[in-house]
């Protein structure tokens, strides 16, 4: 009798976790019931954190993972979610939370081991009174077992997959935020495997968040835009299901996988558009600068964000000149002190971050304004101390001049130069080196012990070499524009003409690629369909840049987008966004240093 009763429950306690099971994966097929889906990465990603926070009335606690923290804070500001009756914000992990059964869990992580094992901890002792649980990527069946398995108390309301598993850092732009995602392989270099299958789920992410089933296209020189091109065919393939969605244009949308080692000439420049210039010179990291080393900074901005979508200001300049920045800020001052009944003039950066600092009513009402004057007035000084005008036009003519004897003449001059810091005297070396490396191979070698002779850092010497590895033989494409009959002219034509900024003469090779993409003139043999083709150019194309993208092609893009709003739209994205400082990280990691 013992025995038939405890057979008997364990029967019963079967068929509940099987029951509890089938409600869970009935809620996982209603993937993304509800939400738009258009080809901007923000509004793709905000709808869904949009529905997940509105999925039940009441008082919330928004609960989230370390990779998921910053997903929703690149969309969504504190203030926004606080309106939505979500009063806190916590992580999964966090054991030592209180119990407060009256509130709703919002739960939204990524379908990891760990992630999954600390959900399955909070559902066994669960700390408030319902679970509506949403899951970044596809869940493996495991994982939805563990949960209904764990749901003894039966608090678990809804479970389903949102695919907000990428960073959308604009419209126009996403990442995911991996700092080196190759490693070096017998002789080439190839994916790391967990960065590999993290690629490859946020990819799939993108796809499906933007409800698009793409042809796909990718660099045949590089062995990683080929095998990650075949992965994502098979996930769309192992997936019917979910990549089964009406076309949404006469072509079919396209995915382009590149990769970064053919263009490592754009992370290599200092940069002049506002964007750009602060990642590089002040580091942007998920929208948010690090100001607590500026000096004279106050307290209260030691750390500021800069988003296109919570700060008008930097949307509408962040693609324009590092002279135009300064001439708008001065309006905007101007015309508040207009306001104000003031008349002081104001004739430097200096002049107007006096101004704010001392007027509390102008910095109460324009934080915004306040914030740009800091981050101007350290870029100015930037610029100054260490003399990054000339240092970028002698940049600038290497990578788009044909003047050999013009780039020895300013290398000598800027090598020696005090002002110049050593990395940017091996930035400068490393671009001369990509250009004319192999046909002034004497005149390198010349340069580099005119370095080693300054007592630049041997580490950052190593650099130059390290680029050479990273590059490898293998790059397809003009980087310089050199070849052929194009090439020729523009030696004999002296470089590009009709260029008002010299700071900004160049264009990153994806600014050519995409042109090609448009006019159809985009070489088969150099850029292969996976499967299928298409007999015109497509509408929607979706970039991914394995190795990481720069602010400097996101303005490209931008550009591109306003340019042919009628005919093609262009979605951005990559491992990560790189400065100097992060691009020279990753060619250490790439190359096995």
């Known amino acids: 009798v013992d025995l038939l009763i405890h057979y008997l429950y364990l029967t019963l306690l079967k068929f509940k976790t099987e029951l509890k099971l089938a409600r869970l994966i009935n809620a996982k097929r209603r993937i993304g019931k509800g939400i738009k889906f258009i080809m901007d990465a923000v509004k793709a990603v905000r709808s869904y954190i949009t529905k997940m926070i509105t999925v039940s009335q009441g008082m919330k606690v928004l609960l989230l993972d370390e990779e998921t923290t910053p997903i929703v804070s690149m969309v969504y500001a504190q203030s926004e979610i606080l309106q939505k009756e979500v009063y806190l914000l916590e992580r999964v992990s966090n054991a030592s939370r209180e119990v407060m059964t009256h509130l709703q869990a919002i ?62 850092l604009s419209s126009n732009l996403y990442s995911f935020g991996i700092p080196h995602a190759l490693e070096p392989s017998r002789d080439k270099i190839s994916w790391q495997p967990q960065f590999f299958e993290r690629v490859r789920q946020g990819l799939s992410a ?27 065919s098979a996930t769309m393939q192992q997936e019917t299901n979910l990549f089964t969605m009406r076309q949404l244009t006469d072509v079919a949308p396209l995915l382009l996988i590149l990769d970064r080692r053919d263009d490592p000439l754009t992370p290599l420049l200092n940069q002049w558009t506002y964007q750009a210039m602060v990642h590089e010179l002040l580091g942007i990291k998920n929208n948010r600068v690090d100001l607590s080393s500026v000096p004279g900074i106050p307290k209260e901005i030691k750390e500021v964000v800069m988003s296109p979508e919570q700060d008008t200001f930097y949307r509408e300049n962040m693609f324009l ?36 600092e001392n007027y509390p009513e102008f910095r109460e009402m324009s934080g915004s304004v306040s914030k740009h004057v800091n981050v101007v007035g350290e870029l100015s000084r930037l610029v100054d101390v260490h003399n990054l005008l000339d240092l970028s036009a002698c940049e600038q003519d290497m990578a788009c ?16 130069d005090p002002k110049i810091t050593q990395k940017d005297k091996v930035r400068l070396m490393m671009i001369y080196s990509l250009r004319y490396g192999q046909t002034q191979a004497a005149q390198a070698e010349s340069f580099m012990s005119q370095l080693k002779d300054l007592g630049v850092d041997p580490s950052l010497l190593s650099l130059v070499s390290t680029l050479k590895k990273y590059t490898g033989s293998g790059r397809s494409s003009d980087l310089f524009g050199t070849k052929g009959a194009i090439g020729l002219l523009k030696k004999m034509a002296g470089g590009v003409k009709g260029v008002e900024n010299i700071y900004i003469q160049h264009e990153p090779l994806l600014s050519k690629t995409l042109e090609q993409l448009k006019s159809g003139k985009l070489k088969e043999a150099a850029f292969p369909y996976l499967e299928g083709s298409l007999n015109q150019p497509p509408q929607e194309v979706i970039v991914f840049i394995i190795g990481g993208v720069t602010y400097s092609e996101h303005r490209v893009v931008a550009k591109f987008n ?18 100097f400082d992060t691009f020279a990280h990753e060619m250490k990691k790439s190359v096995g240093q």
């Open 107 to 168: 739960v939204f992580i990524r379908p990891t081991q760990t992630s999954v094992d600390a959900l399955v901890s909070e559902l066994k002792r669960p700390k408030y009174g319902q679970y509506y649980i949403f899951l970044s990527n596809i869940v493996k069946p495991l994982h939805l077992e563990r949960l209904a398995e764990a749901d003894e108390h039966e608090v678990v309301r809804e479970v389903q997959e949102y695919f907000a598993d990428y960073l959308a």
């Open 206 to 232: 993108v796809l499906l968040s933007l409800r698009r089933r793409p042809i796909i296209r990718f660099q045949d020189s590089s062995g990683a835009c080929r095998r990650m091109a075949t992965d994502i």
């Open 321 to 356: 000149n590092f002279g135009e920045i300064g001439e708008n800020i001065k309006r905007l001052v101007d015309e508040f002190q207009a306001k104000s009944k003031q008349n002081k003039k104001m004739d430097s950066i200096a002049d107007m971050k006096k101004f704010v």
């Open 401 to 416: 001049q044909s003047d050999h004897k013009a780039a020895v003449a300013d290398m000598e001059k800027l090598l020696s």
């Open 562 to 579: 306003k340019e042919n709003s009628d005919s093609m739209r262009v979605l951005l994205g990559g491992t990560m966004v790189h400065n």
